[in-house]
C-alpha cells in the first residue's frame, strides 16, 4: 500500500544524455498538494526526461533548496499531517548535492 498511497517524495534520476533530474513532490498540505505516488512519481520522472531514476527519502523530509547567486532558496513547502500549514525544515536530515562542474 505504501507505494499507492500519495506522500511528499523525493527523486533522483539522470537522463540518457547525462543530465541530472531532481524532483520533490509536496504533499500533505490541503488545497496545494496531494502528494505523489510512486506510480505518480515514476511517471513524473520519465515526463521529465528521466532514463533511470530512484526514490529517495519522502513525508515531511523532503525539502529541496537551488543555490541562487549565492544564497540558498527552499524550493518546496515541506510540512506533515499534523501541521499542513507549518513550514517544517527539520534538524536531522540526509541531503543530496549536485554541483555543476
Do not use: Q, W
Not at 488545497?31 to 526526461?49: F, P, Q, R, T
Not at 499534523?82 to 540526509?94: Q, T, V
Amino acid at each position: 500500500p505504501f507505494g499507492f498511497i500519495r506522500h511528499p517524495r523525493t527523486a533522483a534520476g539522470v537522463a540518457k544524455d547525462g543530465t541530472v533530474i531532481l524532483l520533490v513532490a509536496d504533499g500533505r498540505i490541503p488545497d496545494y498538494s496531494n502528494g505523489a505516488s510512486l506510480v505518480d512519481l515514476a511517471k513524473l520522472m520519465i515526463e521529465n526526461g528521466a532514463d533511470r531514476a530512484i526514490n529517495l527519502d519522502g513525508g515531511g523530509s523532503s525539502a529541496m533548496y537551488t543555490k541562487v547567486n549565492g544564497k540558498f532558496i527552499l524550493r518546496s513547502r515541506p510540512a506533515d499531517l499534523f501541521r499542513p500549514n507549518a513550514m517544517l525544515i527539520r534538524k536531522d536530515y540526509n541531503s543530496l548535492l549536485v554541483e555543476k562542474k
